[in-house]
């Protein structure tokens, strides 16, 4: 069964960096879109960047500029550069592949990543 793992979240000052990585099994995941959500609390599930199998990306306007999606395809990794981060931004953070109203993989544990001074 596919599965994905996030990492690198923490706790960040206003303006701070974090590089969120995601670790997919299945080699599926290499030739698939994948996405990077979040999730505040008390709030829905929100589509926050996204990179096609060939490297295009897309961005929510919310953090356009600000962060950048990347793939490495033959460790099957997927990452979400973040910079000039804002307390908005304070979410759990998770990875995964689209594939019509459905994901490829059950969603992981994801990544808290909280934006505080």
């Known amino acids: 069964q596919v599965q994905v793992v996030e990492s690198g979240g923490g706790l960040v000052q206003p303006g701070g960096s974090l590089t969120l990585s995601c670790a997919a099994s299945g080699s599926i995941f290499r030739v698939r879109t994948v996405n990077w959500y979040r999730q505040a609390p008390g709030k829905q599930r929100d589509l926050v960047a996204s990179?096609?199998?060939?490297?295009?990306?897309h961005y929510a306007d919310s953090v356009k500029g600000r962060f950048t999606i990347s793939r490495d395809n033959a460790k099957n990794m997927y990452y979400l550069q973040m910079e000039t981060l804002k307390p908005g931004d304070t979410a759990v953070y998770y990875c995964?592949?689209?594939?019509?109203?459905?994901?490829?993989?059950?969603w992981g544990p994801g990544t808290q990543v909280t934006v505080s001074s």
């Open positions: 995964n592949a689209p594939a019509g109203n459905y994901f490829l993989a059950p």
């Open positions: 990179i096609t199998h060939d490297g295009t990306t």
